[in-house]
């Protein structure tokens, strides 16, 4: 009875399909950060906020950056568009929406840059 209930269990965690291990991982930017800068200057920061990741118009996935605005979203290889939340510090964020291409293997690696409206 414990053999069946064991194999039972067993069988129902395997979907017969191997595990998603493609997305996105990067960075997030706001810039400039200040009215002037010099060539020396570092004039964007990373920033923490909520962002809508969408395929063909159709909501997928969302994720949170960290205060160093480092993110990473799991999702199958193909085209996306990232768009931030209303919570973003940056210029009208709902219609800054960056495209992506999720490659076929592995985490895609990508640096966003959105605008903060200083100039």
């Known amino acids: 009875m414990v053999l069946f209930m064991w194999l039972t269990l067993l069988g129902g ?19 400039p950060t200040t ?6 200057e570092v004039c964007d920061a990373p920033f923490a906020a909520s962002f809508v990741v969408s395929r063909s118009g159709r909501r997928v996935s969302e994720f949170r950056t960290a205060g160093d605005g480092r993110f990473e ?16 510090p940056i210029l009208d964020p709902t219609t800054q929406g960056k495209d992506v ?6 985490l895609t690696i990508d640096t ?8």
């Open 73 to 88: 979203a799991i999702l199958t290889p193909g085209p996306y568009r990232v768009t931030p939340g209303a919570d973003a």
């Open 13 to 31: 965690c395997s979907s017969g399909e191997a595990p998603l291990d493609t997305g996105l991982t990067g960075v997030v930017l706001r810039g």
């Open 35 to 40: 009215p002037v800068c010099g060539i020396d």
């Open 101 to 106: 291409v999720v490659g076929t293997s592995g």
């Open 112 to 119: 966003l840059h959105f605008d903060t409206g200083i100039r």
